[in-house]
């Protein structure tokens, strides 16, 4: 659930009530643009970690009271306003950005959590308070929910996010199971690659299906959307688990298929 390019975010879903799309639109923009000015482009790390500090500098403008001087920002302004949204998600997310400036390795499964605690959370936390549902046992189940989509989109994008030059796999897994860089820079599934990628496939199912029930918690747009949210997830896993984890022969993606399934899975569990 990298922001770069939220497979699961529900930007122009028309699930989302008409009332609440610009807010999702602006925090989309915000999110999109500050993954990319992380991301995206040859510029220094220097170049981008002061970008990512303007931001911030625009964010402390709206938690002042100031008009923030871009349009990206003013939108949001008004978003955050007109919902009365946190901040803390904003800077968190922010945090994340800056992090994957500079960081391309993570020795340890908590380390990658700390990580999606900032990179994930944040949207879910925001989806949540435009609906009014903030208290503690829902903020929870959506944390969990986010962290297993993240995990999912890195166990997706090992080979994509290593032409990046990063790894998402804790090093300490790999070390582990006797799974070099080189294995994942030659794009094979061999040896002990598939144990790794089944111990993180049930790290990932086990923090999904904990936050899962939310979904049935939740009534109306938000629930079924967070229904299939959480289907899509499961699926991915499923893909992955029977393909061993061999995410270089395949990217695991949903099909129509996959969809149909999903809505009535979805609409059975009201």
């Not at 991301?39 to 002042?64: C, F, K, N, Q, T």
């Not at 003013?74 to 500079?102: G, T």
């Not at 700390?114 to 936390?125: E, H, I, K, M, T």
């Amino acid at each position: 659930m990298s922001v770069g390019h939220y497979e699961n975010f529900p930007v122009g879903s028309l699930l989302l009530p008409r009332r609440l799309r610009v807010a999702v639109h602006a925090i989309y923009r915000f999110a999109r643009h500050a993954d990319d000015l992380a991301d995206e482009g040859d510029a220094p790390a220097a170049v981008r970690l002061a970008a990512l500090d303007a931001l911030r500098d625009e964010l402390d403008r709206i938690a002042a009271g100031e008009i923030p001087h871009t349009e990206l920002m003013r939108d949001l302004a008004r978003a955050i306003a007109r919902h009365d949204l946190p901040l803390a998600p904003f800077y968190d997310l922010l945090s994340a950005f800056c992090q994957d400036v500079v960081k391309t390795r993570y020795e340890s499964f908590a380390e990658l959590m700390d990580y999606c605690r900032r990179s994930a959370n944040p949207v879910g936390r925001l989806m949540l308070a435009l609906y009014g549902e903030t208290d503690a046992r829902s903020l929870a189940m959506s944390d969990g929910i986010c962290s297993a989509l993240q995990l999912i989109n890195f166990l997706q994008d090992v080979a994509i996010d290593w032409r990046k030059g990063r790894v998402y796999l804790p090093q300490e897994d790999l070390a582990r199971f006797r799974v070099g860089e080189a294995q994942i820079a030659a794009g094979a599934a061999g040896g002990l690659w598939t144990p790794l990628m089944l111990k993180e496939i049930e790290r990932a199912r086990k923090l999904l299906h904990a936050g899962a029930p939310l979904g049935k918690r939740l009534r109306g747009r938000i629930g079924l959307e967070l229904r299939l949210i959480v289907l899509g997830g499961d699926r991915i896993l499923q893909k992955l688990h029977r393909s061993g984890g061999d995410v270089f022969s395949a990217r695991p993606v949903l099909g129509w298929r996959d969809w149909v399934w999903m809505m009535w899975r979805a609409l059975r569990a009201r």
